[in-house]
């Protein structure tokens, strides 16, 4: 069952600006992971944070999680017509439980 | 890093035709897979849960006599989608998880179109 909600679900931007996507869940998790999906195409891992980590960054990507809000976010500065793609957090709730995906976010970034 | 195949990556079938998708862990043994459907500009919805050599857990609402699960061997698990129907046109992504470790890996997945 989905758990996850990203907020928008469509975000339109300009090439350079900075996206911020959010995603709120509903139980306890392990971790949470966000995954990328450019259209008709599989999943792209992005990045992966444990529920005792608070920031996390890799290149351009900065995601942050706050498990007494139960939300997280993930913000791509200096945005590129190549991040155009829907963009989605999925909860892993005990490490023996299959994901459970948020319902993602459309990104378009207009050069 | 792990990878997972699956095919093939695009089907067209008729109506009331049967089709299988194959999913396979091709550098580690997956003794959990998952099977996921995704319908356009929607997200993933979980189907099933595979173990190896044991009988699939499906999601409810599920089908489990139209969407046969067999997960045969550490390395290959297939979905049969059986008198496919209109309807059951969808991306289909399987996913895998290594033995004693939490990481899934997702396979590219496949398009059904059931004409």
């Known amino acids: 069952s989905q758990q996850g909600e990203e907020d928008p679900q469509a975000l339109s931007i300009q090439e350079g600006e900075n996206a911020t996507m959010n995603c709120s869940y509903k139980t306890s998790i392990n971790n949470l992971q966000w995954y990328r999906q450019n259209s008709g195409r599989g999943l792209v891992h992005l990045i992966l944070?444990?529920?005792?980590?608070r920031e996390k960054h890799s290149g351009r990507l900065r995601v942050t999680l706050d498990t007494s809000k139960k939300s997280s976010s993930l913000l791509i500065t200096a945005s590129r017509a190549a991040d155009t793609a829907s963009y989605f957090c999925a909860t892993d709730n005990s490490g023996n439980t299959p994901l459970v995906f948020g319902k993602g976010t459309r990104l378009s970034v207009i050069a | 890093g792990a990878v997972v195949s699956q095919h093939p990556s695009r089907v067209i079938c008729k109506s009331g035709t049967s089709v299988k998708i194959e999913c396979r862990s091709l550098?580690?043994?997956?003794?959990?897979m998952f099977w996921y459907r995704q319908f356009p500009k929607k997200s993933l919805m979980l189907m099933a849960t595979s173990n190896e050599g044991s009988k699939a857990t499906y999601e409810q609402g599920v089908e489990k006599d139209k969407f046969l699960i067999n997960h045969a061997s550490l390395t290959l698990s297939t979905l049969t989608v059986t008198s496919a129907h209109p309807e059951d046109s969808s991306f289909y992504i399987c996913?895998?998880?290594?033995?004693?470790?939490?990481?899934?890996?997702f396979g590219p997945g496949t398009r059904l179109t059931v004409l």
């Open positions: 996913s895998a998880r290594e033995g004693g470790t939490s990481a899934q890996f």
């Open positions: 550098d580690f043994q997956a003794t959990t």
């Open positions: 944070i444990r529920s005792n980590e």
